[in-house]
C-alpha cells in the first residue's frame, strides 16, 4: 500500500456546512460574552470600541475567540460522532 493512500485513509476530510458555521459563531459569541465579564484585568493591548466593547482590547478578544474555538470543535467533534450532525 502507497503512503498517500494511507494517509488518505487516516484522515478524512470534513466538509464545511452552515451548520458547523452556525456552531462556530455560536461558540465565539458565547466565550466572548463570558470572557466580556469573567476577565478582571483588562486593556493590556490595544483597545477596540467595537460592537459597543469599551475596554475590551485586542488581547481578550483574541483569547476568547481562541477559547471559543475549542468550545466549538468540541461541540462539532461531538456531534459529527453522534451522527446528529454531517
Known amino acids: 500500500m502507497d503512503i498517500n493512500n494511507t494517509i488518505a485513509l487516516a484522515n478524512p476530510t470534513v466538509n464545511w456546512s452552515a451548520q458547523i458555521a452556525f456552531i462556530m459563531i455560536t461558540s465565539n459569541i458565547f466565550a466572548i460574552g ?36 475549542i468550545i466549538g470543535a468540541g461541540i462539532i467533534l461531538g456531534l459529527r460522532s453522534t451522527s446528529i450532525i454531517f
Open 34 to 69: 463570558i470572557g466580556r465579564y469573567a476577565i478582571q484585568v483588562r486593556n493590556l493591548g490595544p483597545s477596540m470600541s467595537i460592537a459597543g466593547l469599551q475596554g475590551f482590547g485586542l488581547t481578550e478578544l483574541l483569547a476568547t475567540t481562541s477559547l471559543g474555538h
